[in-house]
């Protein structure tokens, strides 16, 4: 049977052959390049017609095709995840278990992780969904120190030796690398991360200073992750506490010249689980993967307290 592809002549081909069985039309009823009295036969078949026009009718160049620069080979190597495993079926305790992965210098510790889920043990379990550092619902604990796993480039942690991997810290285990985080999002809710305004709607947006926003711009970063409160020895020895989160939850509302709660927020912080809690460790700022200066969030809140100035 002719394919459509079989009507195209070759360059040598007479410009006008005849019609015969070797060049007939194709049988979707599609005009052939002889067919077609402005497309000489021997127009390449991806050069525009006119190209091959400005040519004369003769032969064109063909389109000099520059191959693409290949990309160099990632190395890969042999890392050991040592994962801290819990199954409340199964487990009285947690257990640590080894895992052998290859990975690419590029790969990070979530993909790791995904590889030992998908190809070794797939009762493996955490929690991730961006993988791009936005959800924040993958922070565990990695090497003694609280991550987001889809921003840890396994080369980052020294992978010379096994890579601990477990949940983080000062909540209910539930499985493996998840934790219950109903009483981290509790706290959150409790010092009312919404803007609170009195009075009809305004017809137009609330206006604000460049210098107004700047107040509260860093505490707009948090996504809720839970790093900082995790880290927190205060948050672990006393499940009570709000937590650095909470509070960070809170700067960005005080601080917002908009917001009309300030005073209600600084008064539930003014808890004896509340800001005083803090004994200024920096735990929550070095874990923080967002780079929000939580304890110095903290002290503002602190200092917003004692003179009751925002
Ligand atoms: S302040 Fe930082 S560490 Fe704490 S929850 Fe927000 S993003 Fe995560
Ligand atoms: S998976 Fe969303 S922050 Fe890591």
């Known amino acids: 049977m002719t394919s459509p592809d079989d009507n195209l002549t070759s360059p040598d081909a007479p410009s006008n052959p005849p019609v015969g069985p070797e060049t007939s039309a194709p049988p979707t009823g599609e005009p052939s390049q002889a067919q077609h009295p402005a497309v000489p036969a021997d127009t390449p078949r991806d050069e525009p017609a006119s190209v091959a026009a400005a040519a004369g009718g003769q032969e064109a160049a063909a389109p000099s095709r520059v191959p693409a620069p290949r990309a160099p080979e990632v190395p890969t190597f042999e890392v050991t995840l040592r994962i801290r495993r819990f199954d409340p079926e199964r487990d009285e305790e947690p257990h640590w278990e080894d895992y052998q992965v290859t990975v690419h210098s590029t790969d990070r510790l979530l993909d790791a992780l995904h590889q030992v889920k998908w190809e070794q043990d797939g009762s493996l379990s955490f929690r991730r969904s961006c993988a791009h550092g936005v959800c924040g619902s993958d922070a565990m604990r990695v090497n003694g120190r609280n991550r987001l796993s889809c921003k840890s480039l396994i080369k980052d942690l020294t992978p010379e030796k096994p890579i601990l991997v477990e949940a983080i810290k000062g909540l209910p285990l539930l499985k493996d690398l998840i934790v219950d985080m109903e009483p981290f999002f509790q706290a959150y809710r409790n010092v009312m991360p919404f803007l609170v305004t009195s009075g009809n709607d305004p017809s137009r947006e609330r206006l604000q200073s460049p210098e107004q926003r700047a107040r509260f711009d860093d505490t707009t970063k948090c996504i809720l992750c839970a790093a900082c409160t995790s ?4 948050f672990w020895a006393d499940g009570q506490y709000f937590g650095p989160q909470a509070i960070v939850g809170a700067h960005r509302f005080i601080f917002d010249s908009r917001d009309e709660a300030a005073d209600l927020r600084l008064e539930i912080l003014n808890d004896r689980e509340g800001v005083w809690r803090c004994r ?14 939580v304890t110095k969030a903290i002290q503002e809140v602190k200092r917003a307290l004692l003179t009751r100035k925002i």
Do not use: Q, W
């Open 280 to 293: 200024t460790i920096f735990n929550c700022t070095e874990a923080c993967p967002r780079g929000i200066e």
């Open 231 to 234: 880290a927190c020895p205060v």
